[in-house]
């Protein structure tokens, strides 16, 4: 596609439950970002996909978070056992190598809410 | 740990009128890029404008220009002639090379807006 897609737009959960977000970046775009935005504050690193591994993930918060990118191209960010501190916009990035300086190609984000 | 502060959370300005928006940050690495985002209702980030650290002009892009003042490790940007589709936030962010991988780690934001 032409700009990065992320889907859905908007989730709604009950605390407990598992979700599923999911981002197609720009084609040929090898590395992939997942950002986390809470209300009024700058988005937060989670995880980098250089291809199909991830390159760190040193920003996960905690095991419940888990996110792969098993072709390369789309990627799934995974919730487990959702608490209500995991609502947030959830933005995903790519750039076409991960290169020093890249500029970075947002999709609009999943805004997630936890009930 | 590298920061990056973003003093305003609150701008307005007229109209065809010039603002600028403040950013420092804090790091012990030589060389990084410094960029400015705007992120509009639509949600989906936008590049406005990039620094390396290395380069002691100034950039711009059009009606964005940058004041990089590396010793005070301040990246304030200017918008000139503000346009209504210039109501947004507005995020300075800072990348380096430290980590051996190339993340962004972001401001809190500025909220503009552009009054008619």
């Known amino acids: 596609g032409a700009g990065v897609s992320q889907t859905p737009s908007n989730k709604v959960t009950e605390k407990g439950k598992y979700v599923e977000l999911r981002c197609d970046p720009i084609?040929?775009?090898?590395?992939l970002y997942w950002y986390r935005q809470s209300l009024g504050q700058g988005p937060e690193f989670l995880i980098y996909?250089?291809?199909?591994?991830?390159?760190?993930d040193s920003g996960l918060p905690n095991d419940r978070f888990f996110a792969v990118r098993p072709e390369g191209s789309v990627s799934t960010l995974k919730i487990q056992r959702t608490e209500r501190g995991d609502s947030a916009v959830y933005l995903c990035?790519?750039?076409?190598?991960?290169?020093?300086?890249?500029?970075?190609?947002f999709g609009s984000g999943t805004q997630l809410s936890v009930l | 740990a590298q920061t990056v502060t973003q003093s305003q959370p609150e701008m307005s300005v007229q109209e065809a009128e010039t603002v600028t928006l403040s950013c420092t940050y804090d790091t012990s690495e030589n060389n990084y890029y410094l960029f400015w985002y705007k992120q509009p209702p639509s949600r989906q980030m936008i590049l406005v404008i990039r620094q390396e650290a290395y380069k002691q002009q100034n950039a711009t892009e059009n009606r964005f220009s940058v004041n990089f003042q590396k010793a005070a490790k301040s990246f304030s940007l200017k918008i000139s002639d503000s346009q209504l589709g210039d109501t947004a936030m507005y995020f300075c962010a800072f990348m380096n090379t430290g980590s051996g991988t190339y993340k962004y780690i972001f401001g809190t934001g500025t909220r503009l807006k552009v009054l008619a």
């Open positions: 996909f250089q291809g199909t591994g991830a390159a760190d």
């Open positions: 990035a790519s750039s076409s190598t991960g290169g020093f300086g890249e500029k970075l190609f």
């Open positions: 084609s040929g775009h090898t590395a």
